[in-house]
């Protein structure tokens, strides 16, 4: 196990960030930096034992400041959209920019995907872990309180990447968090031949600005039942009024067994190298993007062009819009009560 510290870079207000390099005893690594707490890379064996780099991202500081999709950050403090920019607590309304279209997305102008997090290292006998921590102040993107934040990433000998959120606040607030990595098992090409299984019986439907109906139905006979392994790609070009909206899969699905914690609740595979993903949570929902928005040429890392559907993230959250629809899962949080969600992505090959 190992931790290295370098420079990546500085930012365009002159602060120095660092990237910090996790590594296990078997090969699988990952890079981290503080803006942001940004994942740039994730070296995996396939199943002959070559490692390859299975998430989208950038080689410099800069791309990732001026054009990046939210590649492999830190979203919040509300990861995903609220309706209208605006929520209401406690009595007050609290107006958010509206940064997607007529909706707030992703924290606003300035998320946590775009602030320096202050970093720690730890490391024992069976894992390494780097310690992200943000102060994010009263009325910052309009939210209320002061949120103390941190997210640790760790890496263990199991070839497993656990992500701990843990936030706590001074006055009532809102608070959703998640990581924003695209992946692609194969490190390249599109993913629409990557097989998943999501463990969810229904979904939260969107409207066409991509803000939940309110409504739960059950996925049966839909193109978004993944209850057992199916190609991304098999149903994505039906003539599906959600999937136009969305231009492909971008929704929240409602995870099972919520009331269980931490639980195993997806599983990915990818046949040509034969790497799988595993993916528990104690969160009650996921959103599934297969990046439909990317443009039809991104330069990325050693110089990749990405495209449209060349990488899918897996957004474990509560659901979006959720401070405006109070039959959601509640996402209040309030002076006394400790955050905290947990996230493992776990790797793994198959023969």
Avoid at 124 to 134: D, I, K, M, Q, R
Avoid at 276 to 293: I, R
Wanted: net charge negative; glycine share 10%.
């Amino acid at each position: 196990m190992d931790i290295i510290e370098q420079p990546f870079g500085v930012t365009t207000d002159q602060q120095p960030v660092d990237l910090y390099t996790l590594s296990n005893d078997h090969g699988v690594s990952t890079q981290i930096m503080a803006y942001g707490g940004t994942i740039i890379s994730l070296q995996t064996p396939d199943r002959i034992g070559n490692l390859g780099d299975i998430v989208l991202g950038f080689d410099t500081l800069a791309d990732y400041q001026e054009r990046s999709p939210f590649f492999g950050c830190i979203a919040g403090r509300y990861a995903n959209r609220i309706a209208n920019g605006t929520f209401g607590l406690d009595g007050t309304t609290y107006p958010l920019a509206t940064n997607n279209g007529p909706n707030h997305l992703h924290g606003g102008w300035r998320g946590f995907d775009k602030v320096l997090w202050k970093a720690e290292t730890t490391q024992t006998g069976g894992e390494v872990a780097l310690e992200l921590h943000y102060t994010s102040q009263d009325g910052e993107e309009g939210y209320p309180g002061n949120l103390d934040v941190t997210v640790t990433y760790t890496l263990t000998n199991q070839n497993e990447l656990r992500i701990d959120y843990r936030a706590v606040t001074d006055k009532p607030t809102i608070l959703n968090l998640t990581n924003h990595t695209y992946f692609n098992l194969a490190g390249q090409g599109k993913i629409l031949d990557h097989q998943i299984m999501i463990d969810a019986d229904s979904f939260t439907p969107v409207n066409a600005t991509l803000i939940p109906t309110g409504t739960l139905p059950a996925i049966t006979g839909t193109p978004f039942d993944f209850r057992t392994l199916t190609a991304i790609g098999a149903r994505i070009h039906e003539d599906d009024e959600q999937l136009r909206y969305g231009g492909g899969y971008d929704h929240n699905w409602v995870l099972n067994r919520p009331d269980q914690g931490l639980r195993h609740v997806i599983t990915v595979t990818e046949a040509t190298t034969g790497r799988c993903l595993d993916v528990a949570t104690s969160q009650p929902g996921v959103q599934f993007y297969t990046g439909n928005m990317l443009p039809d040429t991104l330069l990325g890392k050693q110089g990749q062009i990405y495209t449209k559907r060349a990488g899918f993230c897996l957004e474990t959250q509560h659901f979006p819009d959720s401070p405006n629809q109070p039959h959601f899962p509640s996402t209040v949080l309030r002076p006394g009560e400790h955050y905290h969600e947990t996230t493992v992505f776990a790797f793994s090959t198959a023969p």
